[in-house]
């Protein structure tokens, strides 16, 4: 199998060569629910997830959403 090298919050992850932005977070136990993603500094609307694959190099940035006043 084909691995791929992406940097996920600053920090290098291998994942199967052709996943998505949905299979990482599951992968990565995130909830997609609430979150953002931005790969390569460009934000991915939450309905790409499922049809966005990641390349080797790739950074992406899981934002979740912060609470407060």
Same mark, same amino acid.
């Given at each position: 199998m084909t691995m791929?090298? *992406?940097s996920v919050? #600053?920090?290098t992850k291998t994942f199967p060569k052709e996943i998505t932005i949905k299979e990482m977070l599951k992968k990565l136990n995130f909830h997609d629910e609430w979150l953002g993603v931005a790969v390569n500094k460009e934000f991915v609307p939450k309905d790409a997830f499922e049809k966005t694959s990641l390349k080797s190099g790739d950074e992406v940035d *899981?934002?979740?959403p *912060?609470? #407060?006043g």
């Open positions: 791929i090298t *992406v919050n #600053g920090e *899981v934002l979740a *912060v609470s #407060g």
